[in-house]
């Protein structure tokens, strides 16, 4: 990565915190090989209250790496509007002025962007990955798995109906949205599956908010990796 620094003022070349930080970055990038398409400049900081460096870097690192199509998978590039083709399905998506995707003749994607402004900067990255998680999406899928914990707790699916008993004086009845499909395993195991990455998520973050889990004995509804931070319960006291 080369770096470019750019000349101080004279009422901060002498401080500590320019000559330190400047050193630091120097000897830690001194052994990279020099790449000038990932520049980072280095700005004085002229009047900063807090006595910090400002760094801007040129482009985004997410947003400026490519996407690869694979095979089976058809893209359709119209101006703004993007669609995806796979075996698991089609998904769309209409990207906003500040961002032009272009496609090469191996059919790579890049997504760059058309102006040089802060909101630009922030849809960058953002649809760089949403375009990823399309390709992704139709050709390998996502999924999420829950694990229900609680004495009496059960799902059951019937067609589009997810059912399930959480401890309530009524069983909690869930419609399962179009593109999505959940399977059950053992009538506590849920495994939540669709091409569309956001979609699959939110679902799940729906089953979940039902019955979040508890700190103290871990009864609810969580995420298959997710760690529970537990609590220490009530000590009675000491005779």
Aim: proline content about 5%; hydrophobic content about 30%.
């Amino acid at each position: 990565m080369d770096i470019t620094i750019s000349p101080p003022c004279r009422s901060c070349y002498h401080t500590k915190n320019y000559r330190s930080y400047v050193a630091s970055l120097r000897s830690g990038f001194a052994g990279e090989s020099l790449n000038t398409s990932n520049m980072l400049e280095v700005q004085c900081p002229v009047q900063s209250r807090d006595g910090y460096l400002r760094i801007e870097c040129k482009e985004s690192r997410i947003g400026k790496a490519p996407i690869g199509v694979p095979q089976g998978v058809t893209v359709v590039l119209d101006g703004q509007s993007l669609a995806v083709k796979g075996p698991l399905g089609e998904l769309a998506q209409t990207y906003p002025r500040e961002v032009k995707l272009t496609q090469d003749e191996k059919g790579v994607i890049t997504v760059a962007r058309a102006l040089d402004t802060r909101r630009a900067r922030q849809m960058h990255g953002l649809f760089r990955t949403l375009t990823d998680n399309m390709v992704v999406g139709v050709s390998k899928g996502f999924e999420k798995k829950l694990q229900l914990i609680g004495v009496g707790y059960r799902a059951s699916i019937d067609k589009k109906e997810l059912t399930l008993n959480l401890g309530f004086s009524h069983p909690v009845r869930l419609t399962v949205p179009e593109g999505i499909t959940v399977k059950v395993e053992e009538n506590t195991r849920l495994t939540i599956s669709g091409k569309d990455k956001c979609a699959v998520g939110d679902f799940s973050a729906t089953i979940r908010s039902w019955r979040p889990p508890e700190p103290y004995k871990g009864k609810g509804i969580k995420y298959a990796d997710e760690v529970i931070r537990r609590k220490e319960g009530k000590v009675g006291k000491k005779k």
